[in-house]
T-cell receptor
């Protein structure tokens, strides 16, 4: 079956630090990969996605590259801000079910000024 | 942008009672809504898929008689936890989309505590 493993948090960084949140997956077929973000008190929002190998998703300074050879989709940002503090979820869909998301456990990021 | 409203955000109920959670799409028509459950330090798990005007499709291991889902209109789906027990305490999240290939929009979630 499908599964997503992402690094356990919490992650605490100072403003302007470099961020990496690791995500690896197992899936049948050719999955689409996603990062969702949940800001305090809000619902999940799609942050970025990639639908095929070597695609790079990017949004709000965040990037993730779909690496089929390492089955990874690590999230990176070069310089985090306090406003980036949130829970980040890596997720995938596969097998033609574009709604049946399989989520990782989430990683809490706290950015201090 | 598309907004999904979930209500209530928090509910505490006694064991044996039933609790209803609402999920509304405020500015779009949702042909399909999804219900997820999240245990502490665990992934979000899809519970069921709710299609307007038809019976919900439940994931394996989810009791359909325990978690009643109704999608009576294109803007409202409800999840009723019947005869709640403490082990039903969890964070429940709904999401909605307008069509098969459209993005999912998530509600803010409902924290259910059963005492």
């Amino acid at each position: 079956g499908n599964s997503v493993t992402q690094m356990e948090g919490p992650v605490t960084l100072s403003e302007e630090a470099f961020l990496t949140i690791n995500c690896t997956y197992t899936a049948t077929g050719y999955p689409s990969l996603f990062w969702y973000v949940q800001y305090p008190g809000e619902g999940l929002q799609l942050l970025l996605k990639a639908t095929k190998a070597d695609d790079k998703g990017s949004n709000k300074g965040f990037e993730a590259t779909y690496r089929k050879e390492t089955t990874s989709f690590h999230l990176e940002k070069g310089s985090v801000q306090v406003s980036d503090s949130a829970v980040y979820f890596c997720a995938l869909t596969s097998g033609g079910s574009n709604y049946k998301l399989t989520f990782g456990k989430g990683t809490l990021l706290t950015v201090n000024p | 942008g598309a907004v999904v409203s979930q209500h209530p955000s928090r509910v505490i109920c006694k064991s044996g009672t039933s609790v209803k959670i609402e999920c509304r799409s405020l500015d779009f028509q949702a042909t399909t809504m999804f219900w997820y459950r999240q245990f502490p330090k665990k992934s979000l798990m899809l519970m069921a898929t709710s299609n307007e005007g038809s019976k919900a499709t439940y994931e394996q291991g989810v009791e359909k008689d325990k978690f009643l889902i109704n999608h009576a209109s294109l803007t409202l789906s409800t999840l009723t936890v019947t005869s709640a027990h403490p082990e039903d305490s969890s964070f429940y999240i709904c999401s909605a989309r307008t069509s098969d290939n459209s993005p999912l929009h998530f509600g803010n979630g409902t924290r259910l505590t059963v005492t």
